[in-house]
């Protein structure tokens, strides 16, 4: 007989509520994991709307006060998919509830709250783990295992840009451009994606941030609520160079300015034996240079890795050459939460709190080097 | 209070047994439809598979005789999912038995067949529909909205290929190989997509085909029950060259056997005043190239068919530039096919049996001027 | 000391005389060749333009009388760039006065021409030499070593198309559309390439046309001399599908009326073990899949064919990376007829009139095919 | 009667020499220039090989003293193909001698010795030249237009890398990897012509560097020479982070370590209106979004810059859709020096020694940058 499935509450009900429902229900019928998820509860402010949330997305039941699912002893499991201001509160009361607990990335809005949550996971016996969800494309999974069989040889540099295009003057100033809700704009949204992939594919820390830059392109937006013009308080872009403790170079750089990108995660290493190539608006392709081939024949291979005989979770999903979307990643990652918390190993390792708040220090590093106009050492930073 | 779900009853258990699940599971929570579906039989021949499929994928209940789900009076809608050979009994039955029919491409393995259903379709107040897909890819439906609004002007040219390579000696004996089950190889499988989606994109049928080759390159295939080899009765590759009413001339090639192509349905019109190309293994891309740019400045434009607002189906998942996938066109389907049941329109048209027979029409044509040599003209087949 | 140049003359003074002027140019300081060329004599109609052209392009004379040429003595080599219907008598001519000819491709306008042209080269010995200048390509010189090396392992299919979109209705009525001196129209400028770019890559022969149609969508033009409308009377398309002797299939379209395409001229090659794929507006690239790579990370490889080490002809011209154009097709081929001249070996195989007469028949089949809807062997023709 | 030729010579005769030899060569033919060029001079150190040089690329004579150039009253204008170090001396003194000089990139190997050059320049009636031959690029030509026809609107983004990977450890001790000849590695190499394309595409200046890094990954390599292990004591690569006075931020990475690139210069712009990309590799091609298309069919643009009647510099050259290549900028630029030269305009404007310079300052800061830790002012510099 089946173990009882794993009882699970969800707090938010905005746009990532959405995602991750859908990759909670998702779960059972495309991986089978040994222990299947209960949708019990999800949280929300707006009451009215969560009884709809719930029923459409198949959750038991709703409340508007997140604390009682801190009360509840049946849930095990508690996803925090509120904006930045709220993951510490939520993430601290959980784990000291004795749930554990899936975060929505950035972290947190700021170092200090970071730090708070780091330390809450180390005291709990519970488990955390951040949606980094790229890290579950096929194509990042086989970059990440060519760089660990050598097949790039020493990484010499990494080249990492988020480009979108979604934050012009006709965006209304929403959460996501108020710094005390969201600590940063583009930066903790963006960049916090890139520098855990970084991370997570070369498998090296940051040791130095060379330099940043900050822009405040649009400085005012209208507020939804009231209609009048309001203070945009984060960032529009951040760019900054960096180095990685085996001597590669970085750049990183995320804007919501870039006119024609829609969504544009793009991460490319350079090893002394090789290259890869990822971009997210194609994300089924891992673009691989591989400096042994002969160098008449050499060239960058476009390697679509939809195999469910040669990739990492396309056996979960379709056939060879019917691709995945931004879903999925989603998906293959509550299967890895589900086999972490089964006692089995995931297919590809998940940042915990632990590991994000190494990504939160370098981001707080170029914060620091961009309003200093001087290089930060990460030996110095949280 | 919303209307009871429709129940539906699904025929096969395999491969599109499982992807047209996922979009029956999906439609609810993607698109809210006004009535949506109740999941209550799966008919298949393996009684032991099929408790555990109806479980994992939440049928509520199974039968391994599927004449059953023809005398379930509250079954209203039949997914017909089986090899192309039972295509016919199984949809003549359902329909006989006033159930609405959705039945699996292409419409049957023989003209003689499709006609079959087209004529029972005719008798019958239940609707029908057929699987073709790909018209509900995003870039699909924004293609033919060009091409409707005359952004293309006459349409002088279109390309159609479907590159698989999946094909190759190793591939066992599958039913697939055997044309009295699948009518025929690559051509029904493959072509069937481009033909439809050439006629779905023009608005015009067929009037001639001009040439046509069909090659079985593998003749022998180990059969996977009796370890013996047997012979491939079908084509592993079918081209053939036609002209629309419109004067455009058209070249289809379908093959399983083009090595480094996953899964390349690729097509590409010409207009007059502007051209569109579409390749699936990139399935959120329209390419366009407007004539009416400026010379100087005139290109085909990777367009990015993600957007909520701007592109049809697209409002029922993620934001702009998070693409999604294979399984999203069943699931935009669905919810077409919903809408229709409602008494709504459908986003774009979906094909019923009389379309389908169309596209059935032009294959009989193609193989018959493989055959003879000869050109065929459309009037004289069917 | 060096051998004193080879005199040449040119006849024609058009696009094709300019292009092929400035590969007689460049072979020089490009490739050091044994023995180099002395531009003696320009011919063409036009005597007013004619001195202006010479001093130009380096020629040392001119005439308006083309014979002239052939009672030259110290003429060894004559370049034949002139309309397709003047290229018989002009290369019978100069065959049967000694010289080499080097002829503009297609071979000639009609098959009944071309044989006859390829029996004056078999009655002579002087050399011939067709501007089959895209086998020139270090690209395509490349695929054509693979091919040659097993790596594609049999060939299965062959899928070439050149699109182009000049011909619209605004296009005068130009020598190119008058059948009696053209011949024919996309079929004879183009798909000529494409046929001798399938020989020579496969080194394979053409035994069947399956099929064709051919389609005159423009049928009326303006005659630039007389302002008034004249009939087009060369096809603006022909498409064919064939079967190469090892038995792959073929399909073949050219057109000068696809929207967007400025000089499409894309061949792709699938074979058992692998494939290629060329584009001419990104000539310097070839596409190749390897089907020896391990599955998990085979993929399509962009080879920029830019080596001077590596690939043929680029030690000629500049280093890795840096790409080279058009023109250089044509250096690249001046370059080869001198070795062959100099009695040394070309870098890659040579069309003469013989090897284009196989490319002739082929074409002619394919009009056939169009005009009587039948399949044609090639056996039974020219 | 056409006004007599132009007396040149050139310093140097290595690979720049090649390359701007064919251009001197070529630019009487494809621009028939209203004063073309006389190839008087060529002047370098190895005399054994000097005549062999002259005679190949039609110069008249040489000599192993380059001082005589500036003896010489007959020479106009003198290019200077010569390493770094060479350019202020060989410069200022023809300069000095009345000549025109034609300098190759960049400026000088010191900010110092581009300082005098430009003061040189600045007291001189003659005109200077610098060969940033990219501009000339009929692509980067269209891009600058639209730019300054505010088709973009405001500049956001700059973001510019050139990759290339030649520099492994088998490469030897060039003056390439000597500081004292180079001045330094990738930077002054390819930032040089980063930089330059960044400031001629905005036409805005560069207001600070933010932060910088350079890396010398391989310390050692093998003299020539001596066949001994000699220190490199260059950068193998520079990567920095700037604003221009308009507010874009801008990020530049130059390494000649990336393995995979061949010559990977690639500089986008996103504008408030607009964005446009280039690639070096595919040169003949702009990358174009216009925010000003319907959202609904909005996307990147493939233009290819080939027109003869719609690109500059293209109806010296061949018809649309036949590309040119690496060798056509260079010619493109001796076009245009002649067009100044003879008192006319040239189709896009030219760097001359002034214009260089405040490049040179830009590299200047980010070599600070990355020595002191720090963000650099460019007013403090230079």
Not at 20 to 29: I, M, T
Request: glycine share 8%; charged share 25%.
């Amino acid at each position: 007989m089946p173990p009882a499935p794993l009882p699970l509450a969800m707090l938010g009900q905005a746009f990532m509520g959405r995602a991750h429902s859908n990759a909670f229900r998702q779960v059972g019928p495309a991986f089978a994991p040994t222990r299947g998820l209960r949708l019990k509860t999800v949280a929300g402010r707006d009451a009215k709307a969560l009884a709809a949330f719930a029923a459409r997305y198949g959750f038991e039941g709703w409340t508007a006060d997140w604390r009682e699912v801190a009360r509840d002893p049946e849930i095990e499991l508690v996803d925090v998919a509120t904006p930045n201001d709220l993951h510490r509160e939520m993430s601290v009361t959980m784990l000291e509830a004795g749930k554990h607990v899936l975060c929505e990335k950035p972290l947190a809005g700021t170092l200090e709250d970071a730090r708070a949550m780091r330390d809450a996971a180390a005291k709990s016996d519970a488990k955390t783990f951040v949606w980094f969800n790229y890290r579950r494309c096929p194509a990042i999974a086989l970059a990440r295992t060519l760089v660990r069989e050598g097949r790039l040889g020493a990484i010499r540099h990494v080249r990492a840009r988020y480009l979108q295009s979604w934050g012009g003057p006709e965006t209304p100033l929403l959460w996501r451009f108020d710094r005390d809700r969201a600590g940063s704009g583009a930066h903790g949204d963006l960049n916090a994606h890139l520098v855990d992939l970084a991370r997570f594919l070369t498998g090296e820390e940051v040791t130095r941030v060379h330099g940043a830059v900050a822009e405040t392109f649009v400085k005012q937006r209208k507020d939804p609520a009231t209609g009048k013009l309001g203070e945009s308080t984060v960032d529009d872009c951040v760019l900054f160079l960096a180095s990685f403790e085996g001597g590669a170079t970085a750049s990183f750089e995320a804007t919501r300015l870039a006119t024609g990108h829609h969504n544009g995660n793009v991460i490319e290493l350079n090893g002394e034996r090789g290259s890869v190539r990822f971009e997210l608006e194609d994300m089924n392709v891992l673009w691989f240079f591989d400096g042994a081939d002969a160098p008449r024949e050499a060239g960058w291979r476009r390697v679509l890795a939809t195999s469910p005989e040669h990739h990492p979770y396309v056996d979960a999903w379709w056939p060879d050459g019917h691709i995945i979307g931004y879903e999925h990643t989603f998906t293959n990652q509550v299967a890895d939460v589900l086999r972490v918390l089964a006692g089995e190993r995931p297919l590809q390792p998940l940042a915990d709190f632990a590991d994000a708040y190494e990504t939160q220090r370098v981001l707080e590093a170029a914060l620091i080097s961009a309003r200093e106009g001087c290089a930060v050492n990460l030996a110095d930073v949280g």
